[in-house]
């Protein structure tokens, strides 16, 4: 089996990096707010703590949600490795339990992958193949493409 690389088409991404790096640069403005401001009688400068804790905090949970906009999917014979702005990971195809389009509302359609790791579940949804639009047909086809190396894998049919 060659490896499938699903990467989200130019639009996509250019509008994740945006939201990002216009976070980045409003977290730089407040920083330098902070700095050009005077420490209190106390001589701790509390808004350069407080706002180099809420600077890190809004742009870890953006890279989180922008994260699947700008990562990518390898579907490969070993699993599937999603790649995202904070890390990579491999799921192997025994760990996985169904593969279906979700449209979590506001325009969106997105794969994801249910994995079962012990008693828990997740969805993870699979960067690159996802869209902006809700209901795309080339969308579909990818998940039954998936679903279908996935069932091939592990020899067995696919969970409903």
Known sequence: MHATIYVGDRQT?????SVLG???????????WALST?????????????G???????????AVRVGPYVGSTTVAAS???VRTLLRDRTIA????????????GGGR???????????????TVLPGVLSTRAHQLELDEEA?????LWSRAIGEPQER
């Open 109 to 123: 359609s997105q794969v994801c992958v249910v994995e079962q790791s012990g008693a828990a579940r997740r969805c």
């Open 13 to 17: 991404r250019v509008a994740g990096w």
């Open 79 to 81: 699993g599937i490795t």
């Open 22 to 32: 216009a976070l980045t640069a409003l977290a730089l403005v407040f920083d330098a």
């Open 144 to 148: 039954r493409t998936i679903a279908a």
């Open 93 to 104: 195809w025994s760990d996985i339990r169904s593969v279906g389009v979700v449209r979590p």
């Open 38 to 50: 005077p420490p209190d009688s106390t001589g701790i400068m509390v808004r350069q703590v407080v």
């Open 52 to 62: 180099a804790v809420v600077v890190v905090a809004v742009v870890a949970r953006a």
